[in-house]
């Protein structure tokens, strides 16, 4: 087991500084942070205004208390809940959590539609470019790199 330890390190690190496995990793730490940034977003600049116009609501701190034994508690928090040891659904939290994943989500469609944009016009560039010439001295349609005419041997 040990004498092929070098050759599978040789092969790991070949495999790791490919280029793809770098770039792959670039993304998910760069996805990782934009994660952040949009919840920030959600929890502190979306949700606050959206709350304070429904009648002061915060959403992080909306909840409901599974009843145990049949008796329903109240609690004036979530915190208090949760100190309590009662089993709570935070439905406020999950909210926030899809506006954050359609944000996410809409970031990602405007990237990718732009990524196709890109490529769709520098499609329609090569697309547009001539792949044929006609030979000025036999009129006949060649491709565009020869030197030569194939039909009539003359130079192009």
């Not at 329903?72 to 909210?95: C, K, P, R, W």
């Amino acid at each position: 087991m040990f004498k092929n330890l070098k050759r599978y390190g040789d092969e790991f690190k070949t495999f790791a500084m490919r280029g793809n496995v770098i770039d792959m990793a670039v993304g998910i730490i760069i996805g990782a942070a934009f994660g952040k940034i949009v919840d920030s977003l959600v929890n502190d600049v979306i949700m606050p205004p959206l709350g304070w116009l429904m009648g002061r609501v915060d959403f992080a701190k909306l909840f409901i208390v599974l009843p145990l034994d049949g008796k329903f508690e109240h609690f004036d928090s979530l915190d208090a809940a949760q100190a309590a040891g009662a089993v709570t659904i935070n439905y406020g939290m999950f909210i926030n959590t899809i506006i954050s994943f359609l944000l996410v989500a809409f970031a990602v469609f405007l990237l990718i539609k732009g990524i196709n944009k890109l490529q769709a016009d520098k499609k329609e560039a090569e697309e547009a470019a001539p792949t044929t010439k006609e030979c000025p001295h036999c009129f006949s349609t060649i491709d565009i790199r020869a030197h030569k005419c194939p039909n009539c041997t003359s130079e192009v």
